[in-house]
Nanobody
Framework: VQLQASGGGLVQPGGFLRLSCAASGSIFSIGAMNWYRQAPGEQRELVAR???????NYGDSVKGRFTISRDNAKNTVYLQMNSLKPEDTAVYYC???????????????WGQGTQVTVSS
């Protein structure tokens, strides 16, 4: 089972990007799916979370600008990032809680990270 993130890049302040993260492999179900970010010299922080039934919550710094969503049929989580600021520059990581088999344990899985740079 693996998570594959994509969609990062360089964007000007005020611009937008959409990140995607797809889970693949032997998957029975996926619980919460999350986006974290880590800037140089900083701790990894939670950006947004979405549960299996679509409940969401966001870090204070991104509320009103970022939107998390998921497509359960595609085992994919998205992060729409609008009104980007230089302080949003970081490596963005997706994370998901996955059950590989019926009755199996949930385990946390991380994607490889995708760089987002906001600069003029």
């Amino acid at each position: 089972v693996q998570l594959q993130a994509s969609g990062g890049g360089l964007v000007q302040p005020g611009g937008f990007l959409r990140l995607s993260c797809a889970a693949s492999g032997s998957i029975f179900s996926i619980g919460a799916m999350n986006w974290y970010r880590q800037a140089p010299g900083e701790q990894r922080e939670l950006v947004a979370r979405i549960t299996s039934v679509g409940s969401t919550n966001y870090g204070d710094s991104v509320k009103g600008r970022f939107t998390i969503s998921r497509d359960n049929a595609k085992n994919t989580v998205y992060l729409q990032m609008n009104s980007l600021k230089p302080e949003d520059t970081a490596v963005y990581y997706c994370n998901a809680w996955i059950r590989a088999t019926i009755g199996g344990d949930l385990f946390g899985l991380w994607g490889q990270g995708t760089q987002v740079t906001v600069s003029s």
